[in-house]
């Protein structure tokens, strides 16, 4: 058990709709990183958080969108669904801000993303 | 884009050690570098990480060389369970933490 926990595991849902992904990261963890994983496709990174602000951003769509609350837990929104967003949704907490921490990404178990 | 190159697939028989590569060129002097696992849709997992000087845990040992453009992720005696996609990351700019497509382990019986 990494700590980190995403909610919902499942969804599906239907395309134009939005719906909202929910992290809680690891106890004593600052940092939130949110990835999308397509069908045998690799991690794509989408944002970063760090202690409730926007500390790296990936190529993520402008129909996406995410932010870190003061309990540090984080949300993805994700709105006019389209087929192609269909994927795993990946939430990964750290201790430190920034690559050259000595703190490694724990990941939860994703979110299974279906949109019909 | 990743900045690491990893091969795509090798094969390990079971038992035998497991010496997987990546090639990160392009790390900076204080970034460490860091080994992940995924085993099919799993959450990726941590496995290790390091500086400058080699490292062991009980998952597996990591050798950096001198120069930190390249490491090499031994898992001494694989087993079935170690069938899963290996990550390494390092070299990328502003922060982000990007894998890139790995290395798929198939360890033979």
């Known amino acids: 058990d990494s700590g980190v926990t995403q909610t919902p595991k499942h969804l599906i849902t239907a395309t134009g709709q939005r719906v909202t992904l929910r992290c809680s990261p690891r106890?004593?963890?600052?940092?939130v990183y949110w990835y999308q994983q397509s069908l045998d496709q690799g991690l794509q990174f989408l944002i970063q958080y760090y202690n409730g602000e926007e500390r790296a951003k990936g190529n993520i769509l402008e129909r996406f969108s995410a932010q870190q609350f003061p309990d540090l837990h984080s949300e993805l929104n994700l709105s006019s669904l389209e087929l192609g967003d269909s994927a795993l949704y990946f939430c990964?907490?750290?201790?430190?801000?920034?690559?050259?921490?000595?703190?490694?990404?724990?990941f939860g178990n994703g979110t299974r993303l279906t949109v019909t | 884009d990743a900045k690491t190159t990893q091969p795509p697939s090798m094969d390990c028989a079971e038992g035998r050690a497991a010496n997987l590569p990546c090639n990160h060129s392009t790390i900076s002097g204080n970034e460490y570098v860091y080994w992940y696992r995924q085993i099919h849709s799993q959450g990726p997992q941590y496995i290790i990480h390091?500086?400058?000087n080699n490292e062991t845990n009980e998952m597996a040992s990591l050798i950096i060389t001198e120069d930190r453009k390249s490491s090499t992720l031994i898992l001494p005696h694989a087993t079935l369970r170690d069938t899963a996609v290996y990550y390494c990351t390092g070299g990328n700019r502003d922060d982000k933490i990007i894998f890139g497509k790995g290395t798929r382990l198939h360890i033979l019986p």
């Open positions: 390091g500086l400058k």
């Open positions: 106890s004593g963890d600052l940092s």
């Open positions: 990964a907490s750290s201790q430190g801000p920034s690559r050259s921490y000595n703190s490694p990404l724990h």
